[in-house]
Structure formats: structure tokens, C-alpha cells
């Protein structure tokens, strides 16, 4: 697997490094890191010397890739480094798609329980139109356990969640995670709380849970299984993450438009934008 992971030399994008590496799957073959000058991109007044503003910006983008550097190897990970002049988000997505790259990393300035809704601009982009699977590192609002991070798996019976299952179990996570694979069941509004809505279904979800929890190797994480019913599909989801501490969710993007390219569909946006954790988005 190859991972392209971007940064701006900010603190929250470092920190994004270091959270990512924290959970890094054993299946990376390699990781590159990208800076973005957008500024190169854009030019600059006539009384400024091209030939200096580049050098400096050159030197700033430098300076961003040695953070980031630090940052891995603090992990013992190699990387290759690269800058590169143009709008962040665009850029990001070309060049995964230019190198083949299987999954983007990128951080979100969302931090909180007000802001979390606020996504930046560039996270948001990349992970509405990559074509490739997006891990949008968040830092989390609960503190969590990091000797022993919460992986939370979203399933709803679909092909798209199927995926998310099977590749997490391919991505090889470490053995010291625990690895929850969440169905929600949709909850009428006036049902008494006493009955439970549609007891087959959830009878065939978890046989369908129980098969894809089989396939996980027993030298693995830990996985367990669970059916929570809930009002608001998103809204059950984000609860259950924030009320479990889950250091990262896990969600199957169904959404296939050749217009926009792959937008994300409307659940996964919404654990996207209020999840209290990281969140990847798994893409074909």
C-alpha cells in the first residue's frame, strides 16, 4: 500500500503525523509526504524579484518537509519528500493519481466539539473528490487509550461497507487495537422504546458481522461486533464514538458520480464532519 501523506508545517498537521503513525497498518509499503506552496502558484506583484520569491518559498516549503521528517522518523518510518506549486487541494489529488498512491492522509483543522463541523477547505476537497481511500486525522475531543486504539467499523450491510470491513482487515492494523464493527439500525421516531424495530434484520446483520469478523486473523486485534439501534443513522454513529473513545472511524463511501468525481455520500460526510475522531473513508 502506498501512502501519501500531506502537510503544511502547521502544529495541527504535525500532530496529524504523529496520530496517523501511532496506527499505521503493517500492509504500507511506502509513504510519501507533500507540501503545497500555493502562493508559487498564484505569482506575485511586479515589484517583488521572481528569482527571491521562489527562493524563499522554496526554503519555506523545505522547512515544512524537515518537520514532517522529524515527525516520521521520531517513528522510525523513511518517507519521500516532496513539494510541490499550485491549489492545495487540486494538487493533492493529481498527484495521487499521477504516482498511484492508495490512500491519502490529511489533517483537519477541526478540533473540538463547536469546530468540528468546521473541516478545512482543503481536508474537505480531497475527501469529497479523491478517487482513493482518505484518512482525514483529526485530534480527538476524548482522550483516548493509545496503548490500545479503538478502531470503529461502520456497517449497514452494503457492498460499500462490506469494503470498509475487508479493508481494514487487509490494511493490518496493530495487534494491540481493538477493532469494533458497528451496524446502526434505524429507529422509527414513535416506536415505543420497549419493541424492537425489525428483529429479522438485525438477526441477518449480525450473521453477516459474525462472518466478516471470522476472517480476521486471530493473531490480530481484537474484534467484536455490535448492533445499536438509533434514530439518526450519523447521529448513532458519532455517539457511539465519542461515548467509546474510537481513535479512528471507519466508513464505505457507496457515492459514484462521473461528474464529480467519487463524492462521498451523505452518512459518510456526516461522520466526516462531526465525528470526534479521525475518520477514513474507504473509496474502490
Known amino acids: 500500500m502506498k501512502v501519501l501523506i500531506t502537510t503544511d508545517g502547521s502544529d495541527a498537521a504535525i500532530e496529524s503525523i504523529h ?53 516520521m522518523e521520531k517513528h ?24 498511484k498512491a492508495d490512500l491519502i492522509v490529511i489533517g483537519s483543522r477541526g478540533n473540538g466539539a463547536l469546530t468540528r463541523v468546521l473541516l478545512g477547505s482543503t481536508s474537505d476537497a480531497v475527501a469529497s473528490h479523491a478517487k482513493v481511500s482518505v484518512w482525514v486525522v483529526r485530534p480527538t475531543v476524548a482522550p483516548t487509550d493509545s496503548s490500545s486504539p479503538h478502531i470503529t467499523v461502520c456497517y449497514d450491510g452494503s457492498d460499500a461497507s462490506k469494503r470498509a470491513v475487508n479493508r481494514v482487515r487487509e490494511m493490518e492494523f496493530p495487534s494491540n487495537a481493538k477493532i469494533s464493527l458497528l451496524a446502526i439500525v434505524r429507529r422509527p421516531e414513535n416506536l415505543p422504546d420497549e419493541i424492537v424495530y425489525d428483529s429479522r ?26 448492533v445499536v439501534e438509533s434514530r439518526h443513522v450519523g447521529h448513532g454513529l458519532v455517539d457511539y464514538a465519542a461515548t467509546n473513545r474510537s481513535s479512528l472511524m471507519v466508513v464505505g463511501d457507496r457515492g459514484r458520480s462521473a461528474i464529480a468525481r467519487f463524492l462521498i455520500g451523505s452518512v459518510s460526510r456526516f461522520v466526516l464532519h462531526h465525528a470526534p475522531c479521525s475518520v477514513l473513508i474507504v473509496k474502490v
Open 19 to 71: 496520530r496517523y503513525c501511532q496506527l499505521r497498518p503493517a500492509a504500507v509499503s511506502s509513504h510519501t509526504v507533500l507540501t503545497v506552496d500555493e502562493l508559487q502558484a498564484y505569482g506575485i506583484i511586479d515589484s517583488v524579484d521572481q528569482a527571491e520569491f521562489d527562493r524563499l518559498q522554496h526554503e519555506n516549503c523545505q522547512r515544512i518537509l524537515n518537520l514532517a521528517r522529524q515527525a
Open 76 to 99: 522510525g518510518l523513511e518517507a519521500k519528500y516532496v513539494e510541490r506549486a499550485g491549489q492545495a487541494a487540486d494538487t493533492v489529488l493529481t498527484y495521487a493519481e499521477d504516482t
Open 201 to 226: 434484520y438485525q438477526d441477518q446483520i449480525l450473521l453477516e458481522l459474525h462472518e466478516l469478523k471470522g476472517a480476521f486473523p486471530e493473531d490480530g486485534p481484537k474484534v467484536e461486533i455490535l
